[in-house]
């Protein structure tokens, strides 16, 4: 079973910075890996995905603030978030996608932003 295993959320202030990791099980090699987020009240969104050649594909929202990165070997995503808006509020979840079949999704991690 693929277990996706997520840290780095937390709360800061507007304008500060996070940097959040994902680690998959190494049982099966991940296409494409990304995260999104569910702001509260809001349905999920994506955040930012990247394949194992590196290419990536942000939201207009994140554009210049965030930046995608992974290590596919070890079956590894991070995000790096500058200049933290209180829209950027919401739980970030991990998600992991083989060449075939279904992807996974982490437990979800809490990033705050206060103004």
């Known amino acids: 079973q693929v277990q996706l295993v997520e840290s780095g959320g937390g709360l800061v202030q507007t304008g500060e910075s996070l940097r959040l990791s994902c680690a998959a099980s190494?049982?099966?090699?991940?296409?494409?890996m990304g995260w999104y987020r569910q702001p509260p009240g809001k349905q999920r969104e994506l955040v930012a995905t990247i394949t194992r050649a590196g290419l990536t594909n942000y939201a207009d929202s994140v554009k210049g603030r965030f930046t995608i990165s992974r290590v596919s070997a070890e079956n590894t995503v991070f995000l790096q978030m500058n200049s933290l808006k209180p829209e950027d509020t919401a739980v970030y979840y991990c998600n992991a996608r083989p060449l075939y079949g279904a992807g996974y999704w982490g437990q979800g991690t809490q990033v705050t932003v206060s103004s």
């Open positions: 190494k049982s099966i090699t991940m296409n494409i």
